[in-house]
Nanobody, 123 residues
Framework: QVQLVESGGGLVQAGGSQRLSCTAS????????MGWFRQAPGKEREFVAA????????YYADSVKGRFTISRDNAKNTVYLQMNSLKPEDTAVYLC????????????????WGQGTQVTVSS
């Protein structure tokens, strides 16, 4: 079992920056490829970024490429999402996912999910 807790969400103005954290606990936490997804009201869950357990490979949705950076600190069992140049359309609940077993951009490929943290970008 893996437990995930996200933090760092809140209200930010367009053009601003925010960093999300996801801390994992549990037996498989430190050797898990992980991802960030987001879900806006009335919309499907959308892939944002993913990182392998070594941190050697990262993947991004086209909509955030060049603005967001995913990283991890395995000593702290924590994955980060640095978000820069935020836009109102980035407003959503951001969810952390762990234990990838399949295609990195599909929600069904992840075994564990956090509760999410709200990010609101004002124009």
């Amino acid at each position: 079992q893996v437990q995930l807790v996200e933090s760092g969400g809140g209200l930010v103005q367009a053009g601003g920056s925010q960093r999300l954290s996801c801390t994992a606990s549990g037996r498989r936490a430190s050797r898990s490829s992980m991802g960030w997804f987001r879900q806006a009201p009335g919309k499907e869950r959308e892939f944002v970024a993913a990182i392998t357990w070594t941190g050697g490979s990262t993947y991004y949705a086209d909509s955030v490429k060049g603005r967001f950076t995913i990283s991890r600190d395995n000593a702290k069992n924590t994955v980060y999402l640095q978000m820069n140049s935020l836009k109102p359309e980035d407003t959503a609940v951001y969810l952390c996912a762990a234990d990838l077993r399949g295609t990195y951009y599909l929600p069904m490929s992840y075994q564990y999910w956090g509760q999410g943290t709200q990010v609101t970008v004002s124009s």
